[in-house]
């Protein structure tokens, strides 16, 4: 079951992996890697906002009238709109003055989930991205 708990293990698993792909040379699967743990963290707090235990288990739920267009808005990897939905929008929007939080945002910002396509991230790129995702993370948890 993917309850909260497990969600947040799924994010730090990401971020594991990432600095196992880190030290051994594997830049562009860090980045993408480490970014999907914040995905994961913004949709554990989406589980804890809207009470829902199992939030990947779509499938399985009672069926809704018009089911795909009720759930579509959760499966997405953008950043801002899970912020929207995950009810911490406005921590989030009061903390930006922050220039520590600004920063480490405007830098994991940057991630789609298209980068899985790309190549060409070099180490400095990948070692701040992963500092950013953790300073973040850390953030994140603090809600759920």
């Known amino acids: 079951m ?5 969600i947040v293990s799924l994010s730090d698993n990401k971020i594991s992996e990432a600095e196992c792909l880190f030290i051994n040379g594997f830049y562009d699967s860090v980045y993408n890697m480490a970014g999907y743990s914040v995905e994961l963290l913004l949709k554990a707090r989406i589980s804890k906002t ?7 288990d779509f499938g399985n739920r009672d069926k809704f009238i018009n089911e795909d267009s ?7 990897h953008n950043y801002e709109q899970l912020f929207v939905l995950s009810g911490i929008y406005n921590e989030y929007v009061q903390i930006l003055n922050d220039a520590e939080f600004f920063y480490n ?3 994991i910002r940057k991630w ?5 396509y790309l190549s060409g991230k070099n180490e400095q ?3 701040d991205f992963i500092n950013c995702v953790k300073y973040f ?6 809600y759920l």
């Open 137 to 142: 993370s850390t953030w994140i948890k603090l």
């Open 70 to 76: 009720i759930l579509k808005p959760y499966k997405v």
């Open 112 to 116: 789609k989930e298209d980068v899985r």
């Open 125 to 127: 790129t990948v070692s």
């Open 2 to 6: 993917n309850n909260l708990e497990v």
């Open 50 to 56: 809207l009470n829902i235990d199992n939030f990947f």
């Open 105 to 107: 945002w405007s830098t």
